[in-house]
């Protein structure tokens, strides 16, 4: 399929459409993996795939031979069969986290009023406040609230409002403390260091997006540069930091740092395109700078659609430049769910062929889906994405095809916590005859712990995005990860609270014809 085109993705449409039935076919020219563990590494050896010597193998294979999509499941339910023995700590152990979760998905109108109080925790500051909020926001559904809390809800006096407006308060923080490793990069040290000593590889984010004046946008350069200055020397002297998986160019580099480009100045705007372009790319080569100091590795993160082509533009200026052009694995984000991924991921296949040296392109569905949608919707728009969830799974499984493809140039890191996207991508790389050492994965800080430990136990590379900064900013983002974790299409809520059936959480998806 062909995309319209539009500035700034003006490539020629990709063809990562498989051939006709390639994948099925596959099965009978790869030849056995010969699997050898090292350590804590699988090495996979493949032989060679000539399609001359498929024949003698057929007599050594199974009688019914897997196809692509058995193979898919069948790695979905090894990783599924663990990690559901974890069950519901999905979320987490602790005790808020877990009934916000039960709360927000039995309860349509407490999951909104839930994030409302979420929302406003921040700026209330007296116990009255607090109270009178949960009060008005949770109504007769406070009631949920176990005892001990409402029994400071109820009686009024000074010591029970304050009970239960710091029982709250500790719920939220504990919540958010899930999610966020600390405020500064100094002060996440600690847990940095433990994620790589349980043998995942990290990189960091600093909470917020957007910023209302360049005294903001100053002060969000000052601490990305400080992230690199601080991390970099650092995580450079610790034992943990010796590499995880030594072939994989992925893992070159223990400090990676990614960055909202947004934040990095108060003007961005579509209407103030070539001064956006300009100024961020001035700004971005300040950290490109620091990042090459520091030894670290640098993401640009994707944002909303009105902003992406300002931020993929500033990047290409960027590391197309003489001074970056040789930085290796300099990363930027694709999200699936955008009509346009396929010319954005042609388009850089093309920049990295030009520039010289491969980029690093993680994959993700996106995360700006219901703000966009509501946009469009209001201005009587098309959206920019997907109108359905099955589009934006399918193709992210065709551009994981096309990435891995094009491995060479365009370093794959696929970034979900949905085991069908994942497994697809593990098993077509299997099936090309791709080892891991050529790809990594990547989740969330706190959002699918079991879900990495499985993959990571199957010897793969594992990233795990880990965003820092104080609750207030936080707050925004804990109210995505907690929306998305509560969604009625999301992965993770069929998987740990619908308990939706395995077959069907696995099942191969396809693009739904009104988003053709
Ligand atoms: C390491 C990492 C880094 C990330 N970085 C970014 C980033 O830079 N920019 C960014 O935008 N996001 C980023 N994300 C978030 C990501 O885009 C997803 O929101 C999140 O991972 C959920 O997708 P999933 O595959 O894990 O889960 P799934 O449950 O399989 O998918 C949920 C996703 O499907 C899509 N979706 C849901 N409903 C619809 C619909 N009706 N139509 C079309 N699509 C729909 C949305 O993208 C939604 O987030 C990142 C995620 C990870 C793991």
């Not at 709360?103 to 109270?131: H, M, Y």
Request: one cysteine or more.
């Amino acid at each position: 399929m062909i995309m319209s085109g539009r500035d700034g993705y003006s490539g020629r449409a990709v063809s990562c459409e498989p051939e006709p039935d390639r994948a099925d076919s596959l099965i009978y020219i790869v030849k056995p993996r010969l699997v050898l563990h090292s350590g804590s590494r699988t090495v996979s050896k493949q032989t060679s795939s000539s399609p001359d010597h498929a024949p003698s193998y057929q007599t050594t294979l199974p009688a019914k031979i897997p196809s692509f999509d058995d193979r898919i499941t069948a790695m979905g339910k090894k990783i599924l069969a663990g990690v559901r023995v974890e069950g519901s700590s999905i979320i987490s152990k602790q005790f808020w986290s877990q009934r916000f979760m039960e709360w927000s998905t039995q309860t349509p109108s407490l999951k909104r009023n839930l994030f409302r109080l979420v929302d406003v925790l921040p700026s209330l500051d007296s116990s009255e406040a607090i109270s009178d909020h949960v009060l008005q926001y949770l109504g007769d559904e406070a009631e949920m609230i176990p005892g001990w809390a409402m029994w400071g809800l109820k009686n009024s006096g000074f010591v029970s409002r304050s009970v239960m407006a710091a029982a709250v308060t500790l719920g939220v923080r504990q919540m958010a403390a899930q999610f966020i490793a600390g405020e500064t990069p100094a002060k996440a040290l600690s847990i940095l260091r433990k994620i790589r000593r349980s043998g995942f590889a990290f990189t960091v984010d600093l909470l917020g997006e957007y910023c209302v004046s360049e005294k903001e946008a100053e002060s969000y350069l000052k601490r990305y540069l400080e992230c690199f200055s601080v991390l970099g020397p650092r995580v450079a002297t610790w034992p943990e930091s010796s590499s995880l998986m030594p072939e994989n160019p992925g893992d070159a580099r223990a400090t990676c740092v990614s960055v909202k480009l947004t934040a990095l100045y108060s003007q961005v705007s579509s209407l103030n395109q070539k001064r956006s372009v300009s100024v961020l790319s001035d700004r971005l080569a300040l950290l490109a700078h620091q990042a090459k100091t520091a030894n670290a590795q640098l993401y640009v993160d994707a944002e909303d659609s009105a902003n992406n082509e300002i931020i993929y533009k500033a990047f290409k200026q960027v590391f197309g430049s003489a001074e970056f052009r040789n930085e290796r694995l300099v990363g930027c984000v694709v999200q699936a769910y955008s009509r346009h991924a396929e010319e954005l991921v042609s388009d850089l296949l093309a920049f990295s062929k030009e520039r010289g040296s491969p980029i690093a392109i993680r994959l993700v569905k996106g995360a700006y889906w219901d703000h966009e949608t509501t946009v469009a919707l209001q201005n009587g728009w098309r959206s920019p994405l997907f109108t359905h969830k099955c589009s934006a799974d399918a193709q992210f499984e065709k551009i994981s095809r096309f990435l891995l493809d094009n491995h060479q140039n365009l370093f794959p890191a696929f970034g979900s916590h949905n085991v069908r996207s994942l497994a697809h991508a593990c098993v077509y790389a299997e099936s090309r005859g791709i080892p891991s050492t050529n790809f990594e994965l990547q989740m969330l800080y706190g959002m699918a712990d079991p879900i990495a430990r499985a993959f990571r136990h199957h010897d793969y590379l594992i990233r795990l995005y880990v965003p820092l900064g104080p609750l207030l900013p936080g707050m925004g983002y804990l109210v995505r990860r907690l929306l998305e974790n509560t969604s009625n299409e999301s992965f993770l809520r069929h998987t740990f609270f619908d308990d939706r059936d395995i077959d069907a959480l696995l099942a191969a998806p396809s693009m739904d014809p009104e988003d053709e």
